[in-house]
């Protein structure tokens, strides 16, 4: 994971995979360096942050293509 200027990192500041469209990391592997310590909440921390990312990135969508892209995978929207 790394800045927007950094050609080197795999995923971006919002756990994006570089050059694959609608790909995200969200799991130990991004953080750049690790503790020496348990790795569960730090994952946890992960975890909440990539759905706040999801969640952010679907209210800007909108709702008419939010129902696209669900309807594609099978998910009904109310």
Same mark, same amino acid.
């Given at each position: 994971? !790394?800045? &927007?200027? #950094?050609?080197? /990192? *795999? =995923?971006?500041?919002?756990?994006? *995979?570089?050059? @694959? /469209? !609608? =790909?995200? *990391? /969200?799991?130990?592997? @991004?953080?750049?360096?690790?503790?020496?310590?348990?790795? $569960?909440?730090? /994952?946890?921390?992960? !975890?909440?942050? %990539?759905? #706040?990312?999801?969640?952010? &990135? =679907? %209210?800007?969508?909108?709702?008419?293509?939010?129902?696209?892209?669900?309807? %594609? $995978?099978? *998910?009904?929207?109310?």
């Amino acid at each position: 994971m !790394g800045n &927007a200027d #950094d050609k080197l /990192a *795999v =995923l971006d500041e919002k756990l994006r *995979v570089r050059g @694959v /469209a !609608g =790909l995200r *990391v /969200a799991d130990c592997s @991004v953080m750049p360096t690790l503790h020496g310590g348990h790795t $569960q909440m730090p /994952a946890y921390g992960i !975890g909440e942050r %990539a759905a #706040d990312f999801l969640k952010e &990135a =679907l %209210a800007s969508a909108g709702r008419e293509n939010l129902a696209r892209i669900d309807s %594609a $995978q099978g *998910v009904a929207i109310k």
